[in-house]
């Protein structure tokens, strides 16, 4: 019964007798929670399609997911999203806009949490010490603001411990020492996958076939991440038990981007700086990024990482 272990692990690890009498009078004073009035559908309907890029999978899953989740008043369990794919595509960006159109302060409210594994938890000695902290944070913050977001960057480098600690957040049974976690969002970014994504879209390129007619379902993508994360025996998600209790509402892949979307993200940089849109400049800008395989070179190696950074060089 893995359910059960599961239950008797992580009430063993979450800390005991924290019954704190001042607790009513501590909520009475804090400060409000940064949310937006409403939660609007078409503005991130909106942000998806003029912000990111190449992502016609993602764009459709995170759109439908966060919705889904804004609208039940009453969710039976935190939503949590595993988004894979190849560095730059986006996985940071799309954290970013559901962060922009949950929270007054976007990815800097106090209600937004980033954790990125080789940052925040880098000694493996120390894991014992990082785990009791983020019981506390995600414990301590949620329990101050229910629609708290959880970030996890490099999923993929996590402790297995920590991943098993997350995950203890994650079910529908969830609910500690009156602290109920069915109104967080828990986001998972990882490489994992990677490899098996930029062959399915590479193959589909070799088949002449438009990559926005790859789907989730028909052609397996979901079941070949889902393979890919299982198979990576050091992967911390391999090792933990997050994947296998079914908490992740939905593994989202990112596509290696095209030259074309390189182009895009440019333009979005340009505009975003106040920048008149220069198609030379551009062109000369995507133009000089790597692009693989060696011999087609069809896909930005880092996808549209670095464009913020190279941009002053160009213009
Ligand atoms: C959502 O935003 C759009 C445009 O930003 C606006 O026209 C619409 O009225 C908003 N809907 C709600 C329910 O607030
Ligand atoms: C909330 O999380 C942050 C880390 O993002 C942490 O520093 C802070 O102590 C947490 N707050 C509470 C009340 O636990």
């Known amino acids: 019964m893995p359910q059960y272990k599961a239950l008797l692990f992580c009430f063993f690890i979450l800390p005991v007798g924290s019954f704190n009498p001042f607790k009513k009078i501590v909520d009475f004073f804090r400060t409000p929670c940064d949310s937006r009035d409403t939660f609007n559908q ?101 329990s101050k603001c229910p629609l708290s977001m959880f970030i996890f960057d490099e999923m993929e480098k996590m402790n297995p411990v920590l991943s098993d600690t997350i995950k203890c957040h994650l079910d529908h049974y969830t609910h500690i020492d009156g602290v109920s976690f069915r109104h967080a969002i828990f986001l998972f970014l990882s490489n994992e996958g990677a490899t098996i994504i930029n062959q399915i879209v590479y193959d589909y390129w070799k088949e002449g076939k438009q990559r926005e007619e790859i789907q989730l379902n028909s052609h397996g993508l979901e079941i070949a991440i889902n393979r890919a994360i299982f198979n990576n025996k050091d992967g911390g998600f391999w090792r933990s038990s997050l994947i296998d209790s079914n908490v992740v509402d939905f593994f989202v892949p990112f596509l290696p981007l095209e030259y074309k979307h390189v182009l895009m993200c440019i333009r979005a940089e340009m505009e975003a700086q106040n920048l008149r849109y220069d198609p030379g400049v551009a062109e000369n800008m995507a133009s000089e990024m790597r692009y693989f395989p060696e011999k087609e070179e069809i896909f930005s190696v880092n996808g549209c990482k670095g464009v913020k950074q190279r941009l002053k060089f160009y213009i």
Do not use: C
């Open 42 to 142: 078409t503005d991130l309907k909106r942000d998806l399609e003029n912000k990111l890029f190449g992502q016609h999978l993602a764009s459709k899953v995170i759109l439908k997911a966060v919705t889904g989740f804004m609208r039940d008043p009453n969710p039976t369990k935190p939503l949590v999203l595993s988004l894979h794919g190849p560095s730059g595509t986006g996985k940071n960006l799309v954290s970013k806009i559901i962060a922009q159109n949950l929270f007054q302060g976007g990815d800097s409210s106090s209600q937004v949490h980033l954790f990125i594994a080789t940052h925040h938890f880098p000694h493996r000695e120390l894991v014992e010490t990082y785990k009791v902290q983020l019981q506390q944070w995600i414990r301590g913050n949620v």
